[in-house]
């Protein structure tokens, strides 16, 4: 895994109080967005999970950036929820070569 969402045990306790059992996408309004530049010397594949990139929605789809780009991820209420739920979200994800 190269990127993952993890929500802290009481930050989720928080959460899950504001929201008294309603699903958090609909609850609150909580947006993760950050942006990624790929630094190493040559391009770098792999998974994207449930995320937008640079305003594209990814389910489970492989992608490349080029090396030097930089991609804007922000993150989906699926991911959101699931990183509520369980212990983490995966976002991006190696591809094995």
Do not use: H
Not at 4 to 23: D, E
Not at 71 to 86: P, R
Request: charged fraction near 15%; charge should be positive; glycine fraction near 4%.
């Amino acid at each position: 895994m190269l990127l993952a969402l993890f929500i802290p045990a009481q930050i989720k306790a928080r959460i899950k109080s504001a929201t008294k059992g309603k699903l958090v996408a609909s609850a609150l309004v909580l947006s993760f967005s950050l942006k990624v530049t790929n630094d190493f010397i040559e391009d770098q594949a792999f998974w994207a999970y449930s995320v937008f990139v640079d305003a594209q929605a990814f389910v489970a789809n492989g992608m490349s950036l080029p090396k030097g780009k930089t991609m804007t991820l922000n993150l989906s209420a699926v991911s959101v929820q699931e990183a509520i739920q369980t212990d983490y979200a995966r976002v991006l994800g190696r591809v094995l070569q």
